[in-house]
């Protein structure tokens, strides 16, 4: 029997009852499966909802390796996949996003990018604009968005007035095909933009090589409309790992570790410290070690199956990105 489908629920064509019909399988491959593509294809081998087909990637005995692990097919061309899949992640090196993107796009195939969606704002226009023709989803990979210390700020944030943010990470050649800007920073301007939800004013931006001959650290100081500032700070040539934020608002001042996944919450008490001063009481919440990706990949697979937006939608990657290269065109012009 065909069912109709109204509103993405099922509907008997007889009685017109709701017809409770298990949602089809979403057919997934991942092409580039290094670093961060391997799991990718773990996330998407143990969803339910999801079927992995086929793993891609240049290098044919690593496709070879997860594929044999997770029982797909390995290929090394992604053109292969036209007719056998409905969605994909794109976790190639960064340079490479927008032509894959396109193709994948181009045949109706929903597609997860890695961040940062492209190198220029140009090419994520294009992109969004082949998804909409196409009918087709595009999710950007701004992965902090499903950390769990950031989910639960949601209940505690209000209006942000200034933002602090450092993310340093000791130098790896994988993402140095672009600056630091582009691979670290735009986590967080990602995730200023969207907490603070509002337009930038104006951006003022520090920043040198150090170990490449691209930016290694920067420093921007982002003004938005609403009056918040943030200052924000990113460096690939750090001897540690460092993910925190410090977001100052009215009533409380919240100091996030996105790596320990810790969120310790300062507001004035009802006692005194001095005369007249009121004493700062501490709360410290630890969040379980959720799976980020696993989250992020269900949300998207949940997308399209309910036709409905991506929680990390291409606009969101687009304007992430237009900071970041307002942020490196500022970084280079102060550079003697
Ligand atoms: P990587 O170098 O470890 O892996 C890239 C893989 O892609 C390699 O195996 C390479 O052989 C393969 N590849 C390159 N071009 C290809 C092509 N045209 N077709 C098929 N395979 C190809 O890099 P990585 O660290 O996994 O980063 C990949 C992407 O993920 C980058 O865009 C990076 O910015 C992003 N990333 C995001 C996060 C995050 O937290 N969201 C973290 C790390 C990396």
């Known amino acids: 029997m065909d069912y109709h489908t109204i509103h993405g629920v099922n509907w008997c064509p007889y009685c017109l009852r709701l017809v409770k019909m298990k949602q089809k399988r979403i057919r997934c491959a991942v092409i580039?499966?290094?670093?961060?593509?391997k799991f990718h294809a773990e996330k998407y081998a143990q969803l339910p909802e999801a079927q992995l087909v086929a793993v891609v990637d240049q290098d044919l005995a690593r496709a070879e390796e997860l594929a044999e692990k997770y029982n797909c097919q390995a290929l090394t061309d992604h053109t292969q996949l036209i007719g056998l899949v409905d969605a994909v992640s794109i976790v190639t090196p960064t340079q490479t996003?927008?032509?894959?993107?396109?193709?994948?796009?181009?045949?109706?195939?929903?597609?997860?990018?890695e961040k940062p969606i492209t190198t220029t704002v140009s090419e994520a226009d294009e992109l969004i604009q082949i998804a909409k023709k196409n009918h087709c989803l595009i999710q950007v990979g701004h992965l902090e968005r499903f950390n769990s210390a950031i989910i639960a700020l949601h209940s505690i944030l209000k209006t942000p007035r200034f933002i602090e943010s450092h993310r340093i990470a000791p130098f790896t050649p994988r993402g140095a095909d672009?600056?630091?800007?582009?691979?670290?920073?735009?986590?967080?301007?990602?995730?200023?933009?969207f907490l603070v939800d509002s337009p930038v004013r104006s951006?003022?931006?520090?920043?040198?090589?150090?170990?490449?001959?691209?930016?290694?650290?920067?420093?921007?100081?982002?003004?938005?409309?609403n009056g918040c500032v943030a200052n924000v700070t990113a460096s690939r040539?750090?001897?540690?790992?460092?993910?925190?934020?410090?977001?100052?608002q009215s009533d409380a001042y919240i100091s996030i570790d996105l790596q320990e996944k810790t969120c310790s919450i300062y507001r004035k008490g009802k006692g005194e410290m001095f005369p007249g001063i009121p004493e700062i009481n501490k709360e410290t919440s630890t969040f379980p070690q959720s799976d980020a990706i696993l989250a992020e990949i269900s949300a998207f697979i949940h997308a399209i199956q309910t036709k409905t937006p991506s929680p990390v939608s291409g606009e969101a990657g687009k304007e992430a990105l237009?900071?970041?290269?307002?942020?490196?065109e500022i970084v280079k012009g102060n550079i003697l």
Do not use: C, W
């Open 178 to 193: 672009v600056n630091v800007v582009l691979d670290l920073m735009i986590h967080d301007i990602d995730l200023i933009r």
């Open 322 to 328: 237009e900071i970041a290269a307002r942020i490196t």
């Open 97 to 113: 996003h927008y032509d894959v993107a396109k193709f994948f796009l181009a045949h109706g195939i929903h597609s997860l990018i």
């Open 237 to 248: 040539a750090g001897m540690k790992q460092e993910r925190s934020m410090r977001i100052f």
């Open 203 to 225: 951006i003022a931006a520090n920043g040198a090589p150090i170990l490449t001959n691209e930016i290694d650290i920067a420093n921007a100081r982002i003004e938005f409309e």
């Open 32 to 37: 580039g499966v290094g670093h961060l593509g």
